[in-house]
T-cell receptor
Framework: NAGVTQTPKFRILKIGQSMTLQCAQD?????MYWYRQDPGMGLKLIYY???????DKGEVPNGYNVSRSTTEDFPLRLELAAPSQTSVYFC?????????????FGDGTRLSIL | GENVEQHPSTLSVQEGDSAVIKCTYS??????FPWYKQELGKRPQLIID?????GEKKDQRIAVTLNKTAKHFSLHITETQPEDSAVYFC??????????FGTGTRLKVLA
C-alpha cells in the first residue's frame, strides 16, 4: 500500500490564481481530512469527509472547497488564492470504526502564494 | 469550542534524561488521545495513543498517562536520544473521527 499520496509536493501561486491539491489513499479508509499547518504552528482542520458524497467544514474552511466522489480521492480546491493561504497542507485518512482510529498522514503540499 | 492546550512549547533535555509533555483538553466527551511526532519537513507520524478506558500505556521508551477527572494526559519519553528531537503533537477526539490538535512541543535532545 502506498498509504496517503498528495500531489504536488510544492507549488507557488500568484494572488488570485486557483488550484486543486490532490489526495488519494489506497487503504479503503472511509474518513478523510484536510489540515493546514502554518510555520511553527499546529494542525487546523479545513474540511473532512466521512464517506463518498459526504463532506463537512472544519475549523478554517473559508477560501476552500472539497469534493468526495470516490472513497479513494479527496481533492482540496483553492479559489482566488490569497497570501494568508501560504501554508503546508496535509491530507489524512482513517478507517471507520466503532471508536476513534488513528489518522494516517500524507507527506504534505507546501504552498506559497505570492 | 473544544480546545487542547499543550505545554511546554519548547523543551531541551540532555541525552539520556527523560522528557514529559502535558496536554489538557476541554471536551469531557473526548475518548481517544493520540500523540504524533513530526520531524522537520516530514509528515506527522503516530507514536502512541490511549483510549479513555485506560490510565496508562507503554511502548518501549514511550508512555502516555491519562487523568480523565482532571482532563489531562501526558507523554513520557525515557532515556532520550538525539533522534527523539522533533515536534510532538497531542490530540483529543470525541465521536468517531474528528481530532483537536495541541499546538505542539519542540523537543531538543542535546548530545
Amino acid at each position: 500500500n502506498a498509504g496517503v499520496t498528495q500531489t504536488p509536493k510544492f507549488r507557488i501561486l500568484k494572488i488570485g490564481q486557483s488550484m486543486t491539491l490532490q489526495c488519494a489513499q489506497d487503504m479503503n479508509h472511509n474518513y478523510m481530512y484536510w489540515y493546514r499547518q502554518d510555520p511553527g504552528m499546529g494542525l487546523k482542520l479545513i474540511y473532512y469527509s466521512v464517506g463518498a458524497g459526504i463532506t463537512d467544514k472544519g475549523e478554517v474552511p473559508n477560501g476552500y472547497n472539497v469534493s468526495r466522489s470516490t472513497t479513494e480521492d479527496f481533492p482540496l480546491r483553492l479559489e482566488l488564492a490569497a497570501p494568508s493561504q501560504t501554508s503546508v497542507y496535509f491530507c489524512a485518512s482513517s478507517v471507520k470504526g466503532g471508536s476513534n482510529q488513528p489518522q494516517h498522514f500524507g507527506d504534505g503540499t507546501r504552498l506559497s502564494i505570492l | 469550542g473544544e480546545n487542547v492546550e499543550q505545554h511546554p512549547s519548547t523543551l531541551s533535555v540532555q541525552e539520556g534524561d527523560s522528557a514529559v509533555i502535558k496536554c489538557t483538553y476541554s471536551d469531557s466527551a473526548s475518548n481517544y488521545f493520540p500523540w504524533y511526532k513530526q520531524e522537520l519537513g516530514k509528515r506527522p507520524q503516530l507514536i502512541i495513543d490511549i483510549r479513555s478506558n485506560v490510565g496508562e500505556k507503554k511502548d518501549q521508551r514511550i508512555a502516555v498517562t491519562l487523568n480523565k477527572t482532571a482532563k489531562h494526559f501526558s507523554l513520557h519519553i525515557t532515556e532520550t536520544q538525539p533522534e527523539d528531537s522533533a515536534v510532538y503533537f497531542c490530540a483529543a477526539a470525541s465521536g468517531t473521527y474528528k481530532y483537536i490538535f495541541g499546538t505542539g512541543t519542540r523537543l531538543k535532545v542535546l548530545a
